[in-house]
């Protein structure tokens, strides 16, 4: 039987309003380098570096809870101006927090 993949966490934060300020400006960069730079990937990165903060000072350090916390509350948002879905904002999010713990996301390792 194939074995569960363990739970990936973050570090207990220190400094959430700064964990979130980061997030933001990487989910930008990474919006802009997407598609095409739209107002729409401001108001996106900001809504979503406030759920993420919220649930950091929560004391919320699982990033599988911390992804499903943004999809959740992202449904909520009107993507109408943007290319992106809650879904593919919550993938950027994992992928941004596992580079930054320095897990390699292409292989799982």
């Given at each position: 039987m194939?074995?569960?993949i363990p739970p990936i966490t973050l570090p207990p934060a220190e400094n959430p309003q700064q964990e979130g300020k980061w997030l933001r400006q990487a989910l930008v960069?990474?919006?802009d380098q997407?598609?095409?730079p739209e107002p729409a990937n401001q108001k996106?990165?900001?809504r979503a570096?406030?759920?993420f903060v919220r649930q950091r000072m929560e004391g919320e350090n699982d990033v599988g809870a911390l992804v499903?916390?943004?999809v959740t509350e992202m449904q909520a948002f009107d993507f109408r101006?943007?290319?992106y879905s809650e879904f593919a904002i919550a993938n950027?999010?994992?992928d941004l927090l596992l580079d930054s713990l320095g897990i390699d996301r292409c292989c799982g390792n």
């Open positions: 194939a074995e569960p960069q990474w919006l997407e598609f095409l996106i990165a900001d570096s406030q759920i499903i916390a943004i101006e943007s290319f950027a999010v994992s």
